[in-house]
C-alpha cells in the first residue's frame, strides 16, 4: 500500500456568516471573517489517495489521472470564484476550511473509487498558519 | 547603506472590472479574474526600506517601528475586506496588483520618511506564481 | 471528525548538556550541541486538534480560540527565551526537541480538552531538515 | 513514543519507460515522463522514525546518525544519478515515486533497526505537487 | 515604472561534460555534474519584466500573456527534456545554470519586446541553495 | 555579467544588548531581543557574486568553490555558536541583522576577489519576516 499526495491550488472568496444570526452575532462568533464584502484566501489542496502499486507502471494511480479529476470535479468549480454564492456542491453550507474539506471528500470520492483506489485524505490549507484534515468519518 | 525587509501578509476579495466596459469585455480582458461574485488571495507583502545603520542600536530601523507602521496603515485597512469596495484609499483604483503596490507606496512613504529612512520598494505576491514590484517611480 | 492545524512560531536559545557529564562527554555526544554558550533556533509548532464539527459555526474549534491558547500557554514563554534556563515548564528537562514536544503536549492537553476538542499531535520543526512529532502516548 | 523525522535531498535524472513496451505504449501511458532523453528532479527524501525517547539523551535516534545512515546508504548512492542505469538497488525496478520509496524502504529499514529504532515511513517528493508516501506494507 | 514577475517550472536531465576534455578532466573540474549518465532538477524560473502600467487595465503586462509567452517558448521546449540533447536554442552550449538563463533572455526579449514591455531579468533556481540572475547585459 | 547565488543556513544565539545601557533601556529599545539569558534563530544567508562567465566552463564561479569558501570562512565559525562571545569578526559589535550582514561581507569579499569575482550582496534572513542586504557601500 502507497499513499500518493497531488497538491493543488485555487484562489476563491468567501464569508463566514450566517443569516439567521444577527450581524452582531456574526462578528462575535466571526470576527474579521464575517466581514459582509468577503474576503479570500489562495487555497492549498492536498488530495491523498492509497493502493497496492500497479506492477505494470509502478503507480498507485497515474498522477496525470488523479490531477485531471481533481481539475475538473473541483479546481474548474472553485477556482476564482466565491465559495458561498458560485459553487454548487457547497450551496447552503457554511464555508468554513472544514466544511469546505467534507464537501471536496463527498465529490471526490467516488471519482477515485472508480479508478480502484481509496480515497485517503483531504487537506486543505487556508493560510500559511491555518490548515484542516479530513479522512472520510 | 543597508536595506532592511518586513513581510506582511493579509487576506482579501477582489475583482478586476471596470463599470465602464461590458461583461463581455471585462471577462474577455480580464478573465477569470473579472468573477462579478469575487474571488481572494492571502497576499505576502515586502517592504523594503534603506538608510545607514543607527550606530547605537545596529538597526536601519527598529523592525517593530517598520512592522507597526504597516500594519497601523495597511494591514488593519485591508486584512479580510474587499479591496474594490472596503479600503478607502483604494476608492476609484482597479485593483490589480500593480495598483495595489504603488498605492501602498503613497501610503507609506511619508511614515517611513518621518523615521529618517527611505523606502526602497513595495514588493506584492498575489499567488506564488505572480508578484510584482513597485520603486516610486 | 476532521483534524484542524495551527501554526505558530517561536525562537529560543538552546543547548544539549547535562551537568552530571564531562564536557568531553556532553561534546561526544552531542556535538555543536553542547556548545556552552548556546545557539538557538527559529521554531516552527504545529498544534494539530481534532473534533467533529460544530454544526453552527462549520468548526472542530475556533481557530482564534486555539491560536490563544497556543499563545498564551507557550508562545508567551519560550518565544525570545532560553530553553534551558527561562521556562518554569521545562525545568530539569533536557531541550531535546523530543522532551520540548512532550512538555508542550503537557501544557495543551488540558487546555484543548476544556473547549471540547482532542488534542492529536505535537509536530515541531527545529530546522528546515529536522522535526518531531509526538501524539501524547 | 516519538516520530522524528529527517529531510534529505538529492538530484537525479530518471525516464519511466518498460522495454518490453513499444515506444507508443510509453508515451502513452507515462506521457513526457517517457522521454528517451531522460528528464530529472530535485527530489526530497523524509525519513521518518518512531521509538522511545532514551531517557539519557531525550533523543528518539540521534540525528546525526540518522542522517549518516541516510546519507551513507541512500543519497551517495542516488545523488547526481540516473536512477535508471547507476543505482544497483535500483536494477530492473521502474523508477515510478512509488517503487523509489519502497526501495529506499528495503534499504534504510534494517539499519534503523540496528539502532533500536523502528522505521516509520519514507515519504518522496518528487515536484511540489507530487508525492508518494510508504509505511513498510 | 513597475516590475511584475510571472514564476513557471519545468522538470529536466542535463550534465555538465565538454567532449573536448577527457573523462578526468571533466569530473576534476564539473564533479558530480559530469556523471556520464545525466543527473536532473526540478528548475524553477523567475521572468521579471517591466513597464508602465497600462492605465485601461492595472497591468503591466497581462500575466496571462506572460505566462503564455513563456511556456510556449521556453517551459514546451525544455519540461521533461535533455537540456544537453533536446533542445534546439541550447545546441553546443554547455547547460550551466548561467548559459541557460542566458540563452532563456535570447529567446524571451523579442516576444517581450513585441508586446511594448522591457525583459528586466531571468532568474533560474537550479536547486534551493543555488541561483542564477541574468539582465540581459 | 551573471549573478550568481548561493545558499548557506547557520543556526546561532545572540542578544540585542549594550553593556552601556541599563537594563531598562535595553528591554525599552530592543525589547524581547534583549533576553538576558539569549534567545537564537535560524540564519539562512545568500551570498551573491557576479562575473562574466567564464566560456570554458559556462560558471562565474564554481559554486563548490564559493560554498567551500562561505563554509570555511562563516558558516564554520558561527553555526552552532553564540554571536556575541563566540565569533572572533564580531568581537565589541552588536550583533544586529544589519551588523552580522555588514560583518560578513568584510570577511568575504577579499576572498570572492581573489576568485576574479565580484561580491554583489550579502542578504540575511533571520526570519522568515525579517531580512537585510549590504551591497558593500
Known amino acids: 500500500m502507497v499513499y500518493v499526495t497531488r497538491r ?11 443569516n439567521d444570526w444577527s450581524d452582531a452575532k456574526n462578528i462575535e462568533i466571526f470576527g474579521a471573517c464575517a466581514n459582509p464584502n468577503w474576503h479570500g484566501h489562495n487555497y492549498v489542496l492536498f488530495v491523498t489517495v492509497k493502493a497496492k502499486t500497479e506492477t505494470g507502471t509502478g503507480f498507485v494511480m497515474n498522477l496525470k489521472t488523479l490531477s485531471s479529476i481533481v481539475r475538473k470535479n473541483i479546481i474548474d468549480i472553485v477556482d476564482h470564484k466565491n465559495l458561498n454564492l458560485d459553487v454548487p456542491f457547497m450551496k447552503d453550507i457554511l464555508p468554513s476550511a472544514e466544511n469546505v474539506a467534507i464537501a471536496f471528500w463527498k465529490v471526490l470520492e467516488p471519482h477515485i473509487a472508480k479508478e480502484g483506489c481509496k480515497l485517503h485524505s483531504i487537506r486543505l490549507q487556508e493560510t500559511e498558519n491555518n490548515s484542516v484534515e479530513y479522512f472520510g468519518e
Chains 1, 2, 3, 4, 5, 6 share one sequence.
Open 8 to 18: 493543488e491550488t485555487f484562489n476563491a472568496a468567501h464569508k463566514l456568516h450566517r
